[in-house]
């Protein structure tokens, strides 16, 4: 299929808080289009954003508001999702295709509006229909309103760092092959850091990303993880990071020799440049748990170039980040993340708890189609669940349907709790749990409902990890285990004094994740997991939030241009 080119043209409206000038509309102009990149000895035509991959950095202030004009000049559909904003009572604006918004066709366009809250940090942006997220994404960065800073020593400078993947083959051939063979998708050919491969791969010794450096100075990694299907280990050779944010909230800073970063997920850290002048990697590496899964077993590289007159080491030192299957490292790292807790920052945990949620997360199997041969397990399709029901997308938008009272499109009966009430994580499960209901089922919860929500990962076909996202919301994480959830054991153990303040959460393999979260941004959201074989199987559930009693509380209405199924 031939890869489409569509522009989007942001215009940026920034609405200082506390300030009463005039203040200039800034502009900032996308065009999507095809251009030729050459990685691995070979060149092909990518989607990418005004020739750019990964796409331009968008920069704005804490409580900002812009709108973005997306013209779709491509030939098939995109939706266009900034991941990590609220979009306050205005999910027309969200981006998820089938969810809030019919996809904008070929020859189509749609406006934006993007409102800022108490976001700051580091988030970003990224196409949100089939796969081509792979190559259509870029940073998201929101500064501290002016006049105020961060909560630790301004860095020297500040540099995103996007960990991506790339395919030989084109992202919509290796998206739509995956859907015709029923298993696994084909692993990348390689991973990325800022688009570049890094100098372990064939050809890519050259354009390697390379950061420079002066000595004694500090500097903000603002680290992104844009990879399709793998969560990732990330470090730097001889130096250590101190973790001050993630997914645009700043964390109580700890230091680390790497970082764990699901797909979906930011991780802020700062790199003093405290070594002896020299070129070091920065690293990053597939972590998996699960043996039966497939994944590129490659290495990307950047490298720390300091300034100075001297011969550096060839090649450069390497880090030593944890192996591939360290389950341990990957949760003891996301474990330590504490939200700051400090008067400018302040931590507001539900305590009062009015909706209980508990949802299984588990892989699944499909009969394979008569005359047809699928690659899951006994020649079945896989697909995946969120209480044993596997998402379908309705005809129409569930945003559209809820909002005109449009029959058919979706139920409202998705369950509080799973059917069946087993051993979740027992190493043998029976055939029988392999098989899923299809639906397009949601959740209704009423305006400022204080809900705890239980993930829990199943071994049902294979355990693994699960990074978790819900759109239009933070939450907080006050709890996590391996195992099955203990509902009268486990709450004792809560985190509910500095939890962190996240929007995508990696579920631990075979374990469970307790999110706290108040339900006061009415409109529909998605919730998926962020590896996309697992979204596109049917990861997903969908909340509705409901008005409230005033005019701040209810729903805006939707934007007269909205893209029509």
């Known amino acids: 299929m031939k890869l489409c080119s569509f522009k989007i043209v942001i215009f940026c409206i920034f609405f200082f808080h506390g300030y009463h000038q005039s203040l200039a509309l800034k502009h900032y102009r996308f065009e999507l289009k095809e251009a030729k990149y050459r990685r691995l000895c070979s060149t092909k035509k990518i989607l990418t954003v005004n020739g750019q991959f990964p796409g331009p950095t968008i920069r704005v202030h804490r409580g900002d508001t812009f709108i973005v004009d997306v013209i779709n000049r491509g030939n098939y559909n995109v939706t266009i999702h900034w991941h990590g904003a609220p979009m306050t009572r205005n999910p027309w604006n969200d981006g998820p295709e089938y969810i809030t918004q019919c996809p904008i066709p070929p020859g189509g366009k749609f406006r934006q509006k ?24 870029g940073a998201f960065l929101i500064y501290p309103r002016p006049g105020s800073t961060y909560p630790f020593p301004k860095p020297h400078a500040e540099v995103p760092i996007i960990i991506g993947e790339w395919w030989k083959v084109d992202i919509e051939v290796l998206y739509h092959a995956f859907l015709g063979t029923g298993g696994d998708p084909n692993v990348s050919d390689s991973f990325l850091i800022n688009g570049q491969p890094g100098d372990l791969y064939p050809c890519s010794k050259q354009d390697t990303f390379r950061l420079k450096v002066v000595q004694g100075k500090t500097y903000l990694l603002r680290i992104i993880n844009s990879v399709m299907q793998n969560m990732m280990f990330f470090g730097v050779a001889n130096h250590e990071l101190t973790v001050v944010g993630s997914d645009g909230s700043y964390t109580k800073p700890f230091t680390s020799n790497y970082i764990t970063i699901s797909p979906g997920q930011t991780i802020d850290v700062l790199l003093k440049a405290n070594n002896l002048p020299n070129h070091y990697y920065m690293a990053a590496r597939v972590y998996e748990r699960t043996p039966s ?36 490292a990957s949760v003891n790292f996301t474990n330590s993340l504490r939200s700051l807790a400090s008067k400018d920052h302040p931590v507001e945990v539900p305590l009062q708890i009015s909706r209980r949620l508990f949802y299984t997360l588990s892989i699944n199997t499909f ?19 969120v209480n044993n029901i596997s998402f379908v997308n309705p005809t129409i938008d569930i945003l559209e349907g809820y909002y005109h009272m449009i029959n058919g499109q979706f139920t409202t009966n998705f369950p509080d709790k799973p059917p069946l009430n087993f051993n979740y994580t027992a190493p043998i499960l029976p055939l029988e749990f392999q098989l899923p209901e299809r639906g397009t089922k949601v959740k209704v919860l009423d305006y400022n409902a204080t809900v705890e929500l239980v993930f829990q990962g199943t071994n049902v076909v294979a355990g693994t990890d ?49 999110i706290r979260f108040t339900a006061n941004n009415p409109g529909v959201w998605f919730v998926h997991c962020h590896l996309d074989r697992h979204s596109t199987w049917g990861m ?21 241009d909205m893209p029509r199924c």
Request: hydrophobic share 30%; glycine share 8%; with cysteine.
């Open 114 to 137: 993007i409102i800022l809250a108490h976001e700051e940090g580091t988030l970003w942006w990224h196409a949100h229909s089939n796969w081509t997220r792979a190559t259509v994404n």
């Open 540 to 560: 997903n559930m969908v909340f509705i939030v409901k008005n409230g009693k005033t005019r701040e509380s209810r729903m805006l209405p939707p934007p007269p």
């Open 367 to 385: 009969p394979c189609e008569v005359g047809n041969s699928c690659e899951g397990p006994n020649n079945t399709r896989l697909s995946a669940s």
């Open 293 to 328: 899964i497939p994944i590129d077993n490659t290495t990307t590289t950047g490298i720390i170039q300091y300034y100075g007159d001297y011969t550096p080491n060839s090649p450069p030192l390497l880090p030593i980040l944890p192996a591939t299957n360290d389950l341990n």
């Open 466 to 514: 699960h990074p978790m996202h819900i759109h239009g919301y933070n939450f907080y994480v006050v709890g996590s285990g391996f195992g099955n959830f203990d509902k009268d054991k486990d709450p004792l153990n809560y985190n509910l004094l500095d939890p962190p303040y996240q929007n995508t959460i990696a579920i631990p393999y075979n374990g469970w994740t307790a």
